[in-house]
């Protein structure tokens, strides 16, 4: 039988972390941090700031009984924000995923596509965090219109997920955009097309003219950057399709691949605090004894 087992918010690094450090974070953001990071969104200090109420039983909490056998315990009221608490924001990933497969994806092959941005362009999204709508708009037109091209259907529609990460192995500021895409398109009778695998150097290469003239025309990069990003042989915009597609009634795996579009930014597995010297230890085990040091 299954067990309830209470959570302990307060045990974990990143709550330590953020009860020791939160207060003089925020006094001394403006201006050291705020010179390269921007402005801090009020919003983001109050999640930080609820998601250390989180699981803590003077928040608030509900008494649970069991009428069959009288047991009871305090259930403690949880923040419910995404991100910065990786206890709701796992919740909400596997309820999210869990919709996606059954009431988003059609029964159809599904591939994984992840589209990256030279580093010298991550500092035009740093500051404005909304501007990487615009490049959601960007990846998911120039996506359907590649599809459409390799279909030979040029009305053909195809169905995209769409998910944002800023963040790479080592919590270290990476944009790049996550696609669940059909593999293939839909004609206006709605059938599917499905389509093979295909190399992604061309559809990288039309991304990047259109990245850069979207960019320029926003006045987010000068003329000068656009020509020279354009020279490069190794320009940065790279594109993985994955190694095969899903298959059309694997739901097992589209909604694993959901819940890892959807995965909080941070690991607690690899994430260790030390209150005296005031610094996060994150390791990346994948990678052997590689290990990251952040001072706050």
Not at 10 to 19: E, G, K, T, V, W
Not at 232 to 252: K, L, T
């Amino acid at each position: 039988s299954r067990q309830y087992r209470p959570r302990h918010a307060r045990s974990s690094p990143l709550s330590q972390c953020l009860h020791d450090s939160l207060e003089s974070f925020s006094a001394s953001y403006y201006p050291s941090r705020s010179k390269y990071l921007g402005p801090l969104d009020p919003s983001r200090e109050t999640a930080l700031r609820d998601s250390l109420r989180c699981g803590d039983l003077a928040s608030g909490f509900l008494r649970v009984q069991c009428p069959d056998c009288d047991h009871h315990y305090l259930l403690p009221f949880t923040c419910k924000r995404r991100g910065c608490c990786p206890s709701c924001h796992q919740r909400r990933s596997l309820d999210t995923a869990a919709h996606i497969r059954d009431e988003v994806c059609l029964s159809v092959p599904h591939r994984h596509w992840v589209f990256t941005l030279p580093r010298v362009l991550r500092n035009v999204f740093r500051k404005e965090p909304h501007r990487l709508t615009e490049l959601c708009h960007l990846v998911a037109h120039t996506l359907q219109d590649w599809l459409r091209e390799q279909s030979g259907i040029h009305d053909g529609r195809a169905g995209i997920v769409l998910a944002i990460h800023t963040f790479g192995d080592y919590l270290a500021y990476h944009p790049h955009i996550h696609c669940l895409t059909t593999a293939g398109v839909f004609d206006k009778e709605h059938q599917f097309h499905l389509i093979r695998g295909t190399g992604c150097e061309q559809l990288a290469q039309i991304f990047r003219h259109r990245v850069l003239h979207r960019l320029l025309e926003l006045k987010w990069i000068s003329a000068r950057q656009a020509d020279k990003l354009l020279t490069w042989h190794h320009h940065g915009f790279n594109i993985d399709q994955g190694e095969s597609a899903i298959g059309a009634d694997d739901g097992n795996a589209l909604e694993r691949l959901a819940q890892y579009f959807l995965r909080a930014p941070i690991s607690l597995q690899k994430m260790s605090w030390n209150a005296q010297t005031k610094t996060v230890l994150y390791r990346y085990p994948e990678a052997g004894a590689l290990e990251h040091f952040h001072e706050l």
